[in-house]
């Protein structure tokens, strides 16, 4: 790993909307790299007079300022391919995922994995099918206990009774469940008045 390399891959993942292949191990490689200078810049330090302006140390520091920026760059422009090609995956399109790093790969299982349950999720409570929550208030004699449950909506809502506690009603009715509410119109836009 060298400057070169990092720019090359910098030059590359710019001029290509397609994640360029890399490497499983680059990061690590580029942190090794970024620790290496950092250890010579240390010993450049020690043996300088005066490391201000000692021209190593310069030379060093300007090394490990342009790889980590450099490498940041990189990161930045892949992160989001990486979600765009999860996305894609996540609504069942055929993606190629060779040539990510580790790192991305492991990035890119975990999104694939949560839009999937994210629009599973959203799917269901348009379709009315998703578990609603219900809550009722009983006051003790030194706090308020709140009681929730979870039903799924097949399941009818139980009437209220007593405090098994304090013998009490409760406070607030249990809820009736709302009506399916079925897909969501899409919106239209407004044109706008002529000029």
Known sequence: MNLDELQSVQARERQSSDLQHLRSSFYQEVGEFIRE???????????ADDPFSEPEVRRLTDDIETAEGTVEAIYERRVGKVVKKASIAAAGMPVEDDGLTSEESALFESLVARIEDNRERVLSVLDGDAP???????????????????RSRTERPTTPTASPRTGAPPTAPVPEPRPPLGRLPTARRASAPPT
């Open 37 to 47: 200078r950092n250890e010579e810049r240390a010993r450049a330090v020690e043996d």
């Open 132 to 150: 609603s929550v219900s809550c009722s208030v009983e006051d003790g004699a030194t706090a308020t206990l709140r009681r929730c449950r979870v």
